[in-house]
């Protein structure tokens, strides 16, 4: 195993031959001298189950850090310090800060039950344990390890000691966000959730006949019974050929629906819904529900709203990362990124701004820009410029 001074077999094949050397000029019986081999056996397999079951025994204290680290900021409300350093002081100790005894499966407390277990079984084990470096990637955090251990066996004398790097990696998933939760003072809770998603929007086409209005919905891709939804009138219908459509299924019932995007042209466009595009050429890979914006001759798949109402994350270079929210730094990089519901923020903090989170709070103000198909419906939304031009936005920004 990486680390090992000296692999198991190594160590077990050695313990073999000096027993069995020890044995031969002291005229040890074959019987006392196998009962040797196997302790020796047992001693390095008791090492190596330790050193492999540690990654599970790390990782339970890394998370563990990160939910104290978390509670510490809720309960003082006040940023955490060089996160990197403290999380591990609470992963290794168990401490922050003055405070002690934040949880019981920290490093520490791991170290000494093993010791326990050994003594057990008539073994002496030491364990040596600290970060080399904690690091953030997405909703991700990386901590590695140095475990030293020494064991010690009092029956034959043998003695086992394996230097060992360990990387865990654990998820901030389901932990309050600290940075949303400091600037707003307390009022603003958001949980880490990963989105489904890459990017708040995409363009999945264009057609030849549209109308020159905007319209958001939810798609419903070819019904084979139109009347027997509710609310069509929120919905985008998705079909193959307008007019074929319709004569199936009449055309009050496509006229029915927000807004309707086909395929195929249509003999008669102007018949149709206010809202349509027509002659995309094929179903640009709309899915059944899923969240569309018609505006003009373009289709896009949104995602503004499941972002700012269900408050998840993706990825953003120019957001801080889960680290560098502990500390409240808004100017960080290399991070995260959520929508916030200005409407739900307390009235004192509601003002025009980005409904990018860390740029909301952040004091550098830059140019703000509408979005069709959400401002139209959350006269509060805005996107700054630079996040308009990391989405591919243009064509939707006003």
Not at 241 to 262: E, I, L, R, T, W
Request: glycine share 6%; with cysteine; net charge negative.
């Amino acid at each position: 195993m990486k680390g090992f001074a000296f692999t198991s077999f190594a160590l077990l094949a050695s313990g073999v031959v000096l027993s069995a050397a020890l044995f031969a000029s002291s005229g040890g019986s074959d019987v006392e001298k196998t009962a040797e081999a196997q302790r020796i056996s047992s001693a390095s397999f008791f090492l190596d189950s330790f050193v492999s079951d540690s990654e599970r025994s790390l990782r339970i204290a890394t998370r563990r850090a990160l939910t104290s680290a978390t509670n510490f900021v809720a309960q003082n409300g006040e940023p955490l310090s060089n996160p990197a350093e403290n999380i591990s002081q609470v992963a290794v100790n168990g401490t922050l800060g003055d405070e002690e005894a934040l949880g019981e499966a920290y490093v520490k407390e791991w170290e000494s039950r093993s010791a326990r277990l050994a003594e057990d079984s008539n073994y002496r084990l030491n364990v040596s344990t600290r970060i080399r470096n904690l690091s953030s990637n997405f909703l991700e955090i990386r901590a590695n390890y140095t475990v030293e251990t020494r064991l010690f066996d009092p029956v034959t004398l043998s003695r086992f000691r394996s230097t060992d790097n360990k990387t865990v990696t654990v998820s901030a998933e389901g932990l309050e966000d600290p940075m949303l939760l400091l600037r707003s003072s307390g009022r603003y809770v958001s949980s880490y959730t990963r989105c489904d998603f890459a990017d708040p929007a995409d363009m999945l086409g264009t057609g030849t006949q549209n109308s020159s209005s905007v319209f958001h919905g939810s798609a419903a891709v070819s019904p084979s019974d139109p009347s027997s939804l509710s609310n069509a009138g929120q919905k985008v219908l998705v079909v193959a050929d307008v007019d074929d459509y319709s004569s199936q299924h009449s055309q009050n019932s496509v006229n029915d629906f927000g807004a309707v995007v086909s395929a195929e042209e249509s003999e008669n466009p102007g018949s149709y819904s206010e809202h349509y595009v027509f002659g995309t050429g094929s179903n640009p890979g709309i899915g059944e529900n899923e969240s569309i914006t018609v505006y003009r001759e373009q289709v896009w798949r949104t995602n503004f709203r499941e972002m700012f109402q269900e408050r998840c994350y993706i990825e953003d270079a120019s957001g801080p990362g889960v680290l560098d929210r502990f500390e409240n730094n808004v100017d960080a990089s290399g991070g995260v990124a959520t929508l916030l519901d200005v409407s739900a923020l307390p009235a004192e903090l509601q003002r025009e701004d980005s409904a990018v989170g860390h740029e909301y709070f952040d004091s550098d103000q830059s140019t703000l820009e509408k979005i069709h198909g959400v401002t139209e419906y959350y006269p509060w939304f805005r996107l700054d410029q630079p996040h308009v031009q990391k989405y591919d936005l243009q064509e939707l920004a006003y």
